[in-house]
């Protein structure tokens, strides 16, 4: 067969540098490289920012999911704290999931955790709770850790039953909305345990004195007043709608 006779069909096919079919390269090789390429530069990409999350108010709808054990509530402590490190990392609001994450925050107080995880000068950790202990030291400054162990005096968060016999009270006396006021709010469970139909209703003002708490609380409920300071001194409204909370009982200074 002749050159001419072969021209009739593409003779670019049959040979040349151009044959790549001729030397092995199947019909869908160079789209999978061409494709894989793409995805290599996608990678090298910087992430998308995420969008911005809006301001919404921790709202407890049923219980916190407190652990039983001493360690897993510690352990819940330590997320919490490592938590809220990022979102102010990242100057964002919390997620609903994160908010419940905040949530089971509830500070150092018991006895077991406050004599695990306090020493005093010159003492160690309690035996069995050094890995926790560690983890606290690296979350936190010298200046927090002292104020979570003048926390561990006060530090007993209100259990939700009586948060919500507290509430029921509040609207049999005719609390319809208004300007409330939580003192020592901890985490600010009787904020989030407010009955839905006066939640818009309410503009809050709370008070906690612990600064890494205030903090937590501060992403909990991003659209009130939460203020990190002492109680006792603390300049306040002449007149609230509502004063409602359980703050600490003592003439001890903190």
Known sequence: MS???????DTSALGGSQSNLYWGELPGDRALEEAAAAAQQAAKAPAPIPAV????????????????????????????????????AEDRNASPDEQAVLARFTGFGAGEL?????????????????????????????????GLARATQYAHYTPELIVHALWDLAAQMGFRGGRALEPGCG????????????????????????????????KLFPNQWVRSEDFTTAKLAERYD?????????????
């Not at 809006?54 to 054990?69: E, H, M, N, Y």
């Open 3 to 9: 050159t001419s006779q072969l021209s009739f069909f």
């Open 187 to 218: 985490t600010g469970l009787f904020m989030a345990s407010v009955p839905p139909k006066l939640a818009p209703k309410t503009a809050w003002t709370a008070i906690e004195n612990d600064p890494l708490t205030a903090r937590i609380t501060r």
């Open 53 to 88: 999350l809006p301001k919404v108010d921790f709202a407890l709808t049923g219980t916190r999911g407190l652990a039983q054990g001493w360690k897993e509530r510690a352990r819940d402590n330590l997320a919490a704290i490592r938590l809220l490190a990022t979102l102010e």
């Open 114 to 146: 406050a004599n695990s995880l306090f020493p005093r000068a010159g003492e160690t950790f309690r035996a069995g709770w050094e890995e926790i202990g560690s983890q606290l030291e690296e979350l936190t400054s010298q200046q927090e850790r002292a």
């Open 242 to 254: 509502l004063v409602i909370g359980n703050p600490p009982f003592s003439n001890r200074t903190v």
